[in-house]
């Protein structure tokens, strides 16, 4: 069983930064891919980044590349979203998520253990 509690949300104004942070219960953190999601409400789920840290694999969607970053500390088993030059359209509650299939952290309909969320909201 894999745990995840995410933290680090908060209100922000545009233009702005804010760091996530996913910490991740499990003695075997180099099996999992642990990926960052999004929901706004009346939106689908969004898939906005995911790491296997064991196998170097990383992955942004399109709406975040090049303001997204995500990394990992595995002595720490922690995953981080540096969220830099944030938009209103990414207000949303952000969730972080994990499964075993390492080699396939971008395929973001495999996720089945989750966190429960946190908020992030950007004033414009």
């Known amino acids: 069983e894999v745990q995840l509690v995410e933290s680090g949300g908060g209100l922000v104004q545009a233009g702005g930064s804010l760091r996530l942070s996913c910490a991740v219960s499990t003695y075997t953190f180099d099996d999992y891919a642990i990926g960052w999601f999004r929901q706004a409400p009346g939106k689908e789920r969004e898939g906005v980044s995911c790491?296997?840290?064991?196998?170097?694999?990383?992955h942004y969607a399109d709406s975040v590349k090049g303001r997204f970053t995500i990394s990992s500390d595995n002595a720490k088993n922690t995953v981080y979203l540096q969220m830099n030059n944030l938009k209103p359209e990414d207000s949303a509650v952000y969730y972080c998520?994990?499964?075993?299939?390492?080699?396939?952290?971008?395929?973001?309909?495999?996720?089945?253990?989750w966190g429960q969320g946190t908020q992030v909201t950007v004033s414009s």
């Open positions: 790491i296997s840290s064991s196998i170097g694999q990383i």
């Open positions: 998520a994990a499964h075993r299939a390492k080699y396939y952290c971008s395929n973001y309909n495999w996720y089945d253990y």
